[in-house]
């Protein structure tokens, strides 16, 4: 049983989003995602557009998402590796080399983001 996690805002959700979740959820047999609250956006300077709760009602859609836990803080990830027996952390290439102190923990993999579509290019045409 092969289990993947991911961590991310999902703000606005967009078709980069859907392709990142989608490679994650065909690399295992479990996808977890962490979605970054409300205020952990605020640390991560990002305002997002809808509430935590909006953008967790878009990922619980998914049937390929088995688990939406809270992204409360950048130092929580050992922990959840280790507490949901977590084999692959996966992100978009944006964050490459960024999450490699976790390979004691789970393989890291990272994976070319969909080109020309992002949350911030949305913004600036609405
Ligand atoms: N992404 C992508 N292609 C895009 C846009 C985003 O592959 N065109 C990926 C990002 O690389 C990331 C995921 O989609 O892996 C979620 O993107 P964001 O919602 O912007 O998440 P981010 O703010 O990068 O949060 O602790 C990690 C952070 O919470 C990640």
Known sequence: MKKVITYGTFDYFH???FMLLKRAADLGDSLIVGLSSD????KKNKQSLLSFDKRKEVLESFNFIDLIITENSW???IGDIKN???DILFMGSDWSMKFDYLKKYCDIVYVPRTP???TSLIKKIL
Do not use: A, D, P
């Open 15 to 17: 078709y980069g989003h």
């Open 39 to 42: 205020e952990f956006n605020t």
């Open 75 to 77: 130092e929580q990830k």
């Open 84 to 86: 949901h027996n977590i």
């Open 116 to 118: 020309k579509i992002s």
